[in-house]
């Protein structure tokens, strides 16, 4: 005979509490339970190895008990980890996820939010192509429970969970003039749609323009990051013109994978760091900057690391929320990106045991000047 599934009516009987109670704890929906009772019904969960029967749950509340995700790009190790994230934070309540990726395209996004809403999906989280989304403003007037990730859309108000993006510019630059640097160029992917990038490019103008620059759009430099050979003449192209400088010059990278590729870009030109160039910018990989690749190569790259962790963790319980109460009003979530120090900014900090008398370019910077892209 096989044996008999577990019921909540069994978990509450093994903890001493109500049904009602258990089907709350499974509901996330906590607030009338004590801190002592929560616990002792996720340990017998957890002991027991109980799980809800999906179908009688979907049934009884009318829900699908699924979320879907959809973002412009899988394949970035940003989105990656913030899914992987979001998956971790809804699991834990009883929601599996679908997950589409629009291959930056508004067209295919379109597409993906239609046959997820005819999958039934209890929720949406987006990190969209456009800011200008009439499409998905629609979704969320007809009431579906829609959460923005890291992209915000004009003209119309949602939760959102998103990665700060004035103030570690300010403090990046501010950051680099302390340490003696002159002229300050931004590396960016292309940010017309895509607010968190247009958001940086504001902030940098602005706060190179209170430094007293007249025109520092002339040092924004767009590039996709797919075209390296762009990306490594415009860093060949902004050395070049401050190799007569009193002081160095340096790069911000509005990105992870911009910071990626132009710090391949100047140690395959063989351009010193931090003295010849600095360099830093935001370190948004995932699971690459919990591993610490931007400390790997000798004195490391200056960042701006936010958690994207934080980031998906953020996202899923607004949707659990807005999925529970709909006319609650909107909430937003900014993550911060802390500064931390590094080699490739050290310009006023030199290391005197690699330099004496004049500066010297560090070991990792001195061993990497073959394989250059183009002469």
């Known amino acids: ?11 509450a009987n093994l903890a001493g509490v109500s049904k009602a109670t258990v089907s709350r704890y499974l509901n996330g929906k906590y607030e009338y339970m004590s801190l002592q009772t929560k616990e002792r019904i996720k340990q017998i969960i957890d002991a027991t190895g109980y799980q809800p029967n999906h179908l009688a749950r979907t049934l009884k509340s009318k829900r699908s008990m699924m979320a879907g995700i959809v973002v412009s790009d899988i394949g970035s190790p940003f989105t990656s980890a913030a899914v992987r994230s979001i998956g971790i934070s809804l ?13 930056n395209s508004y067209e295919l996004e379109k597409e993906y939010l239609r046959s997820l809403m005819a999958q039934q999906v209890d929720g949406l989280i987006v990190n969209t192509t456009m800011r200008h989304n009439p499409y998905l403003i629609r979704l969320a007037n007809d009431g579906v429970p829609v ?22 510019l300010i403090h990046a630059i501010e950051h680099l003039k302390e340490e003696g640097y002159g002229r300050i160029a931004l590396f960016t992917q292309p940010f017309d749609h895509v607010f968190p ?3 940086r490019q504001e902030a940098f103008l602005e706060k190179m323009r209170d430094l007293g620059e007249k025109d520092p759009s002339k040092s924004i430099y767009v590039s996709d990051i797919s075209d390296l050979d762009s990306i490594a003449k415009q860093v060949y192209a902004f050395y070049q013109a401050g190799e007569r400088d009193v002081t160095p010059s340096a790069i911000i990278a509005a990105d992870g994978m911009m910071l990626m590729t132009c ?27 919990e591993l610490g690749w931007a400390s790997m190569a000798g004195g490391g790259l200056t960042t ?46 030199i290391d005197r045991d690699l330099s004496i008398g004049s ?17």
């Open 147 to 168: 959460v923005l990730l890291d992209r915000s859309i004009d003209n119309y108000m949602f939760d959102m969970a998103y990665i700060s993006n004035q103030i570690p």
């Open 359 to 375: 500066p010297k370019p560090p070991y990792w910077a001195i061993n990497n000047t073959q394989g250059k892209w183009w002469v």
């Open 263 to 289: 710090a391949q870009a100047t140690l395959s030109l063989g351009i010193p760091m931090p003295h010849g160039i600095g360099l830093m910018g935001y370190d948004d990989l995932g699971k690459l900057s």
């Open 91 to 103: 699991r834990e309540k009883g929601y599996g996820i679908i997950t589409a990726s629009s291959d």
């Open 304 to 349: 701006m690391t936010p958690s994207v962790d934080k980031l998906g963790e953020m996202a899923a319980e607004f949707l659990l929320e807005r999925m529970v109460e709909a006319n609650s009003s909107k909430r937003t979530y900014q993550v911060e990106a802390p500064l931390i120090r590094r080699g490739s900014t050290a310009h006023g900090r």
């Open 197 to 199: 990038r247009a958001a």
């Open 1 to 11: 005979m096989p044996e008999r599934s577990l019921t909540i009516q069994d978990i």
